[in-house]
């Protein structure tokens, strides 16, 4: 609530802060960003925010990011990119497996180069496609999330019984 980022939107990308219209399941927030990709854009359409300082990667290099898709399949290219330079980058995609309903995506920056600093977070929707505005090409999206991930599943130890309450 105390910090405002400003989309920069490019080659018929369009997103913006709006009330959430599909509050429901993991995502009940009040305000969530969409994305139209719009007709007579660019395949490589989408829009990007700039963050105040480098983005930390020391640590934390998991990406999450609620999608509400409008199909299966939809891929989403999260990009992170230097902001004097945009040909220092790293960028990983996935791929929407509901419809209609929100979901997480995961974006693994374990490989990304911490030498270098990254102030841009772009996202593009189904690179390589136009898009045509309709609601097809709308997207929902919250909660962009970098962390240092789950970490795994511990080991369990053996013999498994149900009779155990642990």
Known sequence: ??????????????????????????????????????????????????????????????????????????????????????????EKEDTSSVANAWEELTFDFSAINTANTYEKIVLIWDLGTVGDGTANFTFLFDDIVLSAGSGGLAQIDLPITFDDVN
Do not use: C, H
């Open 1 to 90: 609530t105390t910090i405002t980022y400003s989309f920069t939107n490019f080659d018929g990308g369009n997103a913006s802060k709006i009330t959430n219209p599909q509050s429901s399941g993991i995502n009940t927030s009040a305000n969530v960003g969409q994305m139209i990709k719009g007709a007579g854009g660019q395949p490589w359409g989408g829009s990007f925010l700039q963050t105040a300082a480098p983005i930390d990667f020391s640590t934390d290099k998991i990406f999450t990011m609620k999608v509400y898709s409008p199909r299966v399949g939809a891929r989403v290219l999260l990009k992170v990119e230097n902001a004097m330079n945009g040909g220092i980058f790293f």
